[in-house]
């Protein structure tokens, strides 16, 4: 059964950077599509940034164009992240999720998830 584990998250101040890692096991993925999500207290489900299995497509939130890089080592089904320039804003619950699909944004496509990364990012 697939699983997604993330982890990487943390506390860092307005802006610092961090690394989340997605790592995905118990399938066969390339022909998944791979999508970070988060949560704030109180608020929706946000898509962040996506990415196939093959690295060759990605896409991003508006809440991160510009600061967030998604990318991908298909060889350790590993799944990152990256978060610079970030902002108390960005404090969430960060999610990793898997599709068969390439719907990105809409998060009831996604068929896993993972547990989810605390990121909390003080001013």
């Known amino acids: 059964q697939v699983q997604l584990v993330e982890s990487g998250g943390g506390q860092v101040q307005a802006g610092g950077s961090l690394r989340l890692s997605c790592a995905a096991s118990?399938?066969?993925?390339?022909?998944?599509?791979m999508g970070w999500f988060r949560q704030a207290p109180g608020k929706e489900r946000e898509f962040v940034a996506g990415?196939?299995?093959?690295?060759?497509?990605?896409n991003y939130g508006d809440s991160a164009k510009g600061r967030f890089i998604v990318s991908i080592d298909n060889v350790k089904n590993t799944v990152y992240l990256q978060m610079n320039s970030l902002k108390p804003e960005d404090t969430a619950v960060y999610y990793c999720?898997?599709?068969?699909?390439?719907?990105?944004?809409?998060?009831?496509?996604?068929?896993?998830w993972g547990q989810g990364t605390q990121v909390t990012v003080s001013s």
């Open positions: 118990g399938g066969t993925f390339r022909n998944f599509a």
């Open positions: 990415i196939n299995w093959s690295g060759s497509t990605t």
């Open positions: 999720a898997a599709q068969y699909g390439s719907s990105w944004y809409n998060s009831n496509n996604y068929d896993y």
